[in-house]
């Protein structure tokens, strides 16, 4: 059974680009959450979806959005990179409804914007 | 604004040394605490806390939360250099419905010199 999988594992971008990172939940999973890691802190919520919507949002500005598709896959886009937007980027899936201690994390994608 | 934070922000031991890690929280409509070890990317699960008092064992690792103090501690006896991680403490919030929300603290980076 295959875990939460992302791709690409490390990019670097130009400032000023836009970047497309992509998750695959864990096998039976319907909902993916999308974190930003920066270095030397703790993950920061970006946003949830489920049932192919945005259902919760952190503090991050509208340059940040996401998809979900009908296989429960999920993107994250971000557009006009920002030198502050390098970070490990993180997927975590769990099924609708249970608590976040059920939630799997996905290794992670590494951005890196110069 | 939900806030969780860690301390000490590192910490460097000896095999065989004894180490607590603290966890402090300000969390509107707490739900639970969780405490995560992130070796080089994806986080993984330790403990889910919910209660007071109520001490959660695995192996060397053990954990308490006073929802009194508002705080937690995660203990490692008898550490080894496998221990070497960065150890995030998260607290869940409930958010509508059956939404959540996880606040991370910044982490506890334990290195562990053989």
């Known amino acids: 059974d295959a875990g939460v999988t992302q791709s690409p594992t490390h990019l670097i971008k130009t400032r000023g680009q836009q970047v497309t990172l992509r998750c695959s939940p864990k096998s039976g999973h319907d909902t993916v959450s999308w974190y930003q890691q920066a270095l030397g802190q703790g993950p920061q919520f970006i946003f949830q979806?489920?049932?192919?919507?945005?259902?919760q949002r952190g503090n991050f500005p509208d340059r940040f959005s996401g998809h979900q598709f009908p296989n429960y896959s999920s993107e994250l886009n971000v557009n006009a990179l920002l030198l502050g937007d390098s970070a490990l980027y993180l997927c975590?899936?769990?099924?609708?409804?249970?608590?976040?201690?059920?939630?799997?994390f996905g290794p992670g994608t590494r951005l890196t914007v110069t | 604004e939900d806030k969780v934070v860690q301390s000490p922000l590192s910490l460097v031991v000896h095999e065989g040394d004894t180490v607590t890690l603290n966890c402090s929280y300000e969390?509107?409509?707490?739900?639970?605490l969780l405490w995560y070890k992130q070796e080089k990317k994806a986080p993984t699960f330790l403990f889910m806390l919910t209660s007071s008092g109520i001490e959660k064992k695995s192996g060397r690792l053990s954990s308490i939360l006073d929802k009194k103090e508002l705080f937690s501690i995660l203990n490692i006896t008898a550490t080894q250099t496998g221990d070497s991680a960065v150890y995030l403490c998260?607290?869940?919030?409930?958010?509508?419905?059956?939404?959540?929300?996880?606040?991370f603290g910044k982490g506890t980076l334990l290195t562990v010199n053989p």
């Open positions: 998260a607290v869940e919030a409930r958010s509508g419905g059956s939404n959540y929300k996880l606040t």
């Open positions: 979806y489920y049932e192919e919507e945005e259902r």
């Open positions: 975590a899936s769990s099924l609708r409804g249970q608590g976040a201690y059920e939630q799997y």
């Open positions: 969390v509107t409509n707490f739900r639970s």
